[in-house]
């Protein structure tokens, strides 16, 4: 079997290895498949692709987690009357241009409470970014929505429902009409059923979309006569991409395969041109557990995959994420994560480690329990469990038996105009990134009532965040509530009852409470976003909790858009395995951590590529030793043995330099050893080939 090469096309393109070769099969005297090929462009090896790097010896992968960003949700529903109150969802796309990160995501108003869900409310919006974490929602001036143009709503020509989208960007088309494109997730009518497909649309500016196909809906839903897929449910457009030529769709459906799957599966399309698509399709990706069929009547239940492939296409392979889809009986217990997969050949997806989850939902952070929330145990006369700030006379906090809004005490704050006066609960444990709410009950008997606040501290009991709420006064209990993400470093927070220098006034409060409430909680979205900002990756997502589907109407609302963070290019890493070092029967004293790639076409050069290390934890002990060999695995001189290279310095971008200045082959292979007293320290990410 050839190597085989690739070419880029408008910045997207991909190469694989291929047929036989994949499987670890390939006919007697035929070479191995090349890892890709870096003629021109950059090629991307990531530490975990085990189709780019087959070969390794004590060496593990390991991949990482990120972080929910603080910020999140950094796109949340509208306030009411605005396109998106009820839906925000990331069924989207984000893509920087220029120095702009634009977004689009679907989006539902109040009508969709007021009159039930139909395919007409599923609308397309748009938002943007100078730095990917503050978004605005541009008035657009384009669609009339609610008696006016000033909403975020971009224009579909003609209007058609639209429940997940995705745009791809490409600059070089001769056509400027056709520089955007978007897949969209559509439904037509199957004798008076919505059921999903596929519609095909284009922008000079990513903003006025016309149709492809000359779609004509009725009623915002498509007749069988515009179905350019056949006439099955499908939900196409979790991810959209080129690769070597070809336009690739992403998504699930539960139709036959060549084999059966239980459940949603991931399906792959394939297009020359964007207009005219193949009737076949590819199951892409399945779990594991879908290999066993649960039965007729049972589609909900069992792990499952959701909504195929949002992907990053990084030239010479495709990595991306997918909907975890943890099933039950019924809707109240369907919850989802996002997993973490990859892709050599532009088609089949793997993942690189077995099941592994690389996005948690919200709502799995530990309860918070306040202590003595309404005051009713006391020490030495005071409520226990609170502490009071020192204040100046005049000023009085005390337990009080003359207002309850529950048992027979609550907190009674008298505050003087000019000093203020506060009570704190004890520092409880909190978990960075989180979203936190902090409620009480409030009564006023005069004058201003104290505030309530919301906390947060690092590891030294330095305050880091705050937020707090003013109640208005009331003459008869009402409850009042905060809420607050905290910040990175968090380790605890507090509440407190305090009032202000600026005001007077007696109040009574009862029944603190402090709970995580993430607004990310059931269920999450992959969308097709992945941004390198600074030093950092952002993985965008969105957010469905699976577990109101069911809900009488009106149901609950759906989404936002939030960040998940890593380190630059770390998703996972090559780590030392100690496992075969001992005095076991089958271990050694010593062993050698290395790896060896697949063979690399770099085509005809008079130098080697220009090569560069996403690693962290070098250092005088733990050093990277790096060596070029030809495809047959002969060193090559000047570039290895005694010119091997020698990598201590960490970076997200580390040069590896070789003394050697001949012309190498035009196939090569690059050999790595950790080497050093000290290399379990050491975590490689990636190599870049230039």
Same mark, same amino acid.
């Given at each position: 079997?050839?190597?085989?090469?690739?070419?880029?096309?408008?910045?997207?393109?991909?190469?694989?290895?291929?047929?036989?070769?994949?499987?670890?099969?390939?006919?007697?005297?035929?070479?191995?498949?090349?890892?890709?090929?870096?003629?021109?462009?950059?090629?991307?090896?990531?530490?975990?692709?085990?189709?780019?790097?087959?070969?390794?010896?004590?060496?593990?992968?390991?991949?990482?987690?990120?972080?929910?960003?603080?910020?999140?949700?950094?796109?949340?529903?509208?306030?009411?009357?605005?396109?998106?109150?009820?839906?925000?969802?990331?069924?989207?796309?984000?893509?920087?241009?220029?120095?702009?990160?634009?977004?689009?995501?679907?989006?539902?108003?109040?009508?969709?409470?007021?009159?039930?869900?139909?395919?007409?409310?599923?609308?397309?919006?748009?938002?943007?970014?100078?730095?990917?974490?503050?978004?605005?929602?541009?008035?657009?001036?384009?669609?009339?929505?609610?008696?006016?143009?000033?909403?975020?709503?971009?224009?579909?020509t003609p209007g058609v429902g639209v429940q997940n989208v995705k745009v791809l960007y490409e600059p070089d088309d001769p056509d400027p009409d056709l520089r955007y494109k978007m897949a969209a997730h559509v439904y037509w009518d199957n004798r008076g059923n919505n059921h999903?497909?596929?519609?095909?649309?284009?922008?000079?500016?990513?903003?006025?979309?016309?149709?492809?196909?000359?779609?004509?809906?009725?009623?915002?839903?498509?007749?069988?006569?515009?179905?350019?897929?056949?006439?099955?449910?499908?939900?196409?457009?979790?991810?959209?991409?080129?690769?070597?030529?070809?336009?690739?769709?992403?998504?699930?459906?539960?139709?036959?395969?060549?084999?059966?799957?239980?459940?949603?599966?991931?399906?792959?399309?394939?297009?020359?041109?964007?207009?005219?698509?193949?009737?076949?399709?590819?199951?892409?990706?399945?779990?594991?557990?879908?290999?066993?069929?649960?039965?007729?009547?049972?589609?909900?239940?069992?792990?499952?995959?959701?909504?195929g492939v949002s992907v990053w296409n990084r030239g010479n392979v495709l990595i991306g994420t997918v909907g975890r889809w943890h099933g039950a009986a019924d809707w109240d217990d369907v919850s989802i994560d996002l997993g973490f997969v990859i892709s050599n050949d532009g088609?089949?997806?793997?993942?690189?480690?077995?099941?592994?989850?690389?996005?948690?939902?919200?709502?799995?952070?530990?309860?918070?329990?306040?202590?003595?929330?309404?005051?009713?145990?006391?020490?030495?006369?005071?409520?226990?469990?609170?502490?009071?700030?020192?204040?100046?006379?005049?000023?009085?906090?005390?337990?009080?038996?003359?207002?309850?809004?529950?048992?027979?005490?609550?907190?009674?704050?008298?505050?003087?105009?000019?000093?203020?006066?506060?009570?704190?609960?004890?520092?409880?444990?909190?978990?960075?990134?989180?979203?936190?709410?902090?409620?009480?009950?409030?009564?006023?008997?005069?004058?201003?009532?104290?505030?309530?606040?919301?906390?947060?501290?690092?590891?030294?009991?330095?305050?880091?965040?705050?937020?707090?709420?003013?109640?208005?006064?009331?003459?008869?209990?009402?409850?009042?509530?905060?809420?607050?993400?905290?910040?990175?470093?968090?380790?605890?927070?507090?509440?407190?009852?305090?009032?202000?220098?600026?005001?007077?006034?007696?109040?009574?409060?009862?029944?603190?409470?402090?709970?995580?409430?993430?607004?990310?909680?059931?269920?999450?979205?992959?969308?097709?976003?992945?941004?390198?900002?600074?030093?950092?990756?952002?993985?965008?997502?969105?957010?469905?909790?699976?577990?109101?589907? /069911?809900?009488?109407? +009106?149901?609950? =609302?759906?989404? @936002?858009?939030?960040? #998940? $963070?890593?380190?630059? !290019?770390? &998703?996972?890493?090559?780590?030392?395995?100690?496992?075969?070092?001992?005095?076991?029967?089958?271990?050694?004293?010593?062993?050698?951590?290395?790896?060896?790639?697949?063979?690399?076409?770099?085509?005809?050069?008079?130098?080697?590529?220009?090569?560069?290390?996403?690693?962290?934890?070098?250092?005088?002990?733990?050093?990277?030793?790096?060596?070029?060999?030809? /495809?047959?695995?002969? +060193?090559?001189? =000047?570039?290895? @043995?005694?010119?091997? #290279? $020698?990598?201590?310095? !960490?970076? &997200?971008?580390?040069?590896?330099?070789?003394?050697?200045?001949?012309?190498?082959?035009?196939?090569?292979?690059?050999?790595?050893?950790?080497?050093?007293?000290?290399?379990?320290?050491?975590?490689?990410?990636?190599?870049?080939?230039?």
């Amino acid at each position: 079997m050839e190597s085989v090469r690739f070419t880029r096309r408008a910045g997207l393109a991909g190469a694989a290895a291929g047929g036989l070769a994949l499987a670890g099969v390939r006919p007697a005297g035929a070479a191995e498949a090349a890892a890709a090929s870096v003629p021109s462009g950059e090629m991307t090896i990531f530490a975990f692709d085990q189709v780019s790097i087959p070969f390794v010896q004590n060496l593990k992968v390991e991949l990482r987690t990120p972080s929910k960003h603080p910020a999140n949700p950094v796109v949340p529903r509208g306030g009411p009357g605005e396109p998106d109150s009820w839906a925000a969802q990331f069924y989207g796309s984000v893509i920087k241009i220029g120095s702009t990160y634009r977004m689009w995501y679907t989006a539902v108003g109040d009508e969709r409470d007021e009159f039930g869900g139909r395919p007409e409310w599923w609308k397309v919006a748009y938002a943007e970014s100078t730095d990917g974490v503050t978004w605005t929602k541009p008035d657009l001036g384009l669609v009339t929505y609610r008696g006016n143009t000033a909403n975020n709503l971009v224009r579909m020509t003609p209007g058609v429902g639209v429940q997940n989208v995705k745009v791809l960007y490409e600059p070089d088309d001769p056509d400027p009409d056709l520089r955007y494109k978007m897949a969209a997730h559509v439904y037509w009518d199957n004798r008076g059923n919505n059921h999903g497909t596929l519609a095909l649309f284009a922008s000079p500016d990513g903003l006025d979309w016309t149709s492809l196909t000359g779609i004509a809906p009725v009623d915002f839903t498509l007749e069988p006569s515009d179905l350019v897929l056949p006439a099955l449910h499908a939900e196409p457009v979790g991810g959209l991409y080129r690769w070597e030529g070809n336009y690739h769709l992403s998504g699930q459906n539960g139709n036959p395969s060549v084999r059966p799957y239980h459940g949603r599966v991931g399906r792959g399309w394939i297009s020359g041109d964007f207009v005219t698509w193949s009737q076949t399709n590819v199951m892409s990706f399945a779990r594991t557990e879908q290999h066993t069929l649960l039965g007729a009547g049972r589609s909900l239940e069992g792990e499952q995959q959701h909504e195929g492939v949002s992907v990053w296409n990084r030239g010479n392979v495709l990595i991306g994420t997918v909907g975890r889809w943890h099933g039950a009986a019924d809707w109240d217990d369907v919850s989802i994560d996002l997993g973490f997969v990859i892709s050599n050949d532009g088609v089949n997806f793997r993942e690189p480690a077995h099941e592994f989850t690389f996005l948690e939902r919200g709502g799995l952070a530990p309860p918070v329990t306040v202590g003595n929330p309404s005051f009713e145990d006391l020490a030495g006369g005071w409520p226990a469990d609170w502490t009071l700030d020192p204040s100046p006379r005049g000023q009085t906090a005390s337990s009080s038996t003359v207002q309850a809004h529950t048992g027979t005490r609550s907190l009674r704050v008298q505050n003087v105009a000019g000093t203020p006066i506060g009570v704190r609960s004890a520092r409880l444990p909190a978990q960075p990134g989180v979203p936190y709410t902090a409620s009480m009950w409030t009564l006023t008997e005069s004058g201003t009532t104290a505030q309530l606040y919301l906390e947060y501290f690092n590891a030294a009991g330095t305050r880091i965040g705050s937020r707090f709420v003013q109640p208005a006064a009331s003459g008869t209990w009402q409850q009042v509530s905060v809420t607050a993400t905290a910040p990175a470093g968090t380790q605890t927070l507090d509440v407190m009852v305090w009032g202000t220098t600026a005001a007077a006034g007696v109040s009574y409060h009862d029944d603190i409470a402090v709970a995580p409430v993430d607004w990310d909680a059931g269920g999450l979205l992959q969308g097709q976003g992945f941004e390198h900002v600074g030093d950092e990756t952002f993985v965008y997502y969105g957010a469905w909790d699976p577990r109101t589907s /069911d809900d009488p109407e +009106p149901r609950a =609302g759906r989404g @936002g858009v939030g960040i #998940a $963070v890593l380190p630059k !290019d770390r &998703f996972g890493d090559l780590v030392v395995d100690l496992r075969a070092k001992g005095s076991g029967d089958y271990q050694m004293a010593e062993i050698t951590s290395e790896f060896l790639t697949a063979p690399i076409d770099i085509g005809s050069r008079t130098a080697a590529p220009d090569v560069f290390v996403n690693v962290e934890g070098l250092g005088p002990d733990a050093t990277l030793r790096l060596e070029l060999l030809d /495809d047959r695995l002969t +060193p090559l001189p =000047g570039y290895s @043995g005694a010119d091997t #290279a $020698v990598v201590a310095t !960490d970076g &997200f971008r580390t040069p590896v330099t070789w003394p050697g200045t001949a012309a190498p082959p035009e196939r090569i292979r690059i050999r790595g050893v950790f080497a050093g007293t000290a290399n379990t320290t050491i975590k490689l990410s990636a190599i870049y080939l230039v």
